[in-house]
């Protein structure tokens, strides 16, 4: 049964650690959201520890940089693990091939860069999708075109027997009052086309694997017990925290806003009816991270 609560401060003391999803809880892509802040801050003035976990295609270093730029503080986290450093990894150690053909925005050319975390990496060259082995996908050439204006390239990219590496499993993400598509609704195309795509984000087991490797840069690292996920989406984060067998707070004034009727909380029966539908439960819910 998911327990209703008013505030971050009313569970703290039960959890050493915070899997805190960015989108939609910490900030809108434009905003940051103040009470989000304070919350996390004073999760860290209790001495708890935490570790941004998000399906951002970007490395660590590019989050941090896009979080300076739209204000998000640096005293409200400790680190962050993102699905774009765990699929690196991913291509680094050869899983799609060595020729890959690139599906993004130009802003996310960062992800090619070295990763210090593989011995002997691969040489990824990028080439053309007639020429490639695999496809690396960070998002759409534009966020805001339908998923399927790719049909044509998958049909030939399945009939080749490329694998696509997702890097981002969200299907849609709201920048501002915009909601644009994200890798995950590309890979979900492919997959249903025939082809074979691989995920490393949330709800996936190699995020949750980086998240504790740089919990354990920082310390010990909390059973599992004492670690709570926070997020707005209920097929990433919350199905995620729940594969991992870790506590969950479910924000649903984000992605989930309109299907629970979200306005200061949730209404109790579009909650309960929507997490029937998904049948996901998570441990608590709340309208929004404060």
Known sequence: ???????????AAQYDALFVDLWGCVHDGITPFPEAIAALRGFKRGGGTVLLLTNSPRPRAGVEQQLASI????????????????????????????KVYFMGEDHDQ????????????????????QEAEGIVCTGPFDPTADPSVNRA???????????????????VVDRGARREWCAGA???????????????GKPHPPIYDLARARLA???????????????????????????????????????????????????????????????VTPTYAIAKLR
Not at 71 to 98: L, Q
Not at 110 to 129: G, H, K, M, N, S
Not at 189 to 195: A, D, H, Q, R, S
Not at 253 to 279: I, N, V, Y
Request: charged letters at 20%.
């Open 217 to 279: 840069e920082l310390g010990p690292v909390p059973a599992n017990d004492r670690i709570l996920a926070i997020g707005d989406g209920i097929a990433t984060d919350i199905q995620g925290a729940q594969g991992e067998d870790i506590d969950s707070l479910f924000i649903t004034g984000g992605l989930a806003a309109a299907e629970t009727g979200t306005t200061d909380q949730p209404d109790p029966d579009k909650l309960a009816a929507f997490l029937a539908r998904s049948q």
């Open 1 to 11: 049964m998911t327990r209703l609560i008013a505030s971050l401060a009313d569970i």
């Open 71 to 98: 204000g998000v503080p640096e005293d409200c986290w400790h680190t962050i693990a993102t699905s774009g450093d765990s699929a690196r990894a991913a291509m680094f150690r050869g899983v799609v091939g060595e």
């Open 186 to 200: 590309l890979a979900q195309l492919y997959t249903e086309m025939g082809g074979e795509s691989l995920y490393l």
């Open 153 to 171: 390239d998958f049909l030939y990219a399945k009939q080749k027997r490329m694998k696509l590496l997702c890097a981002n499993p969200d299907i």
């Open 110 to 129: 960062r992800f090619f860069e070295p990763l210090a975390l593989i011995e002997d990496p691969v040489t990824i060259t990028q080439v053309p999708l």
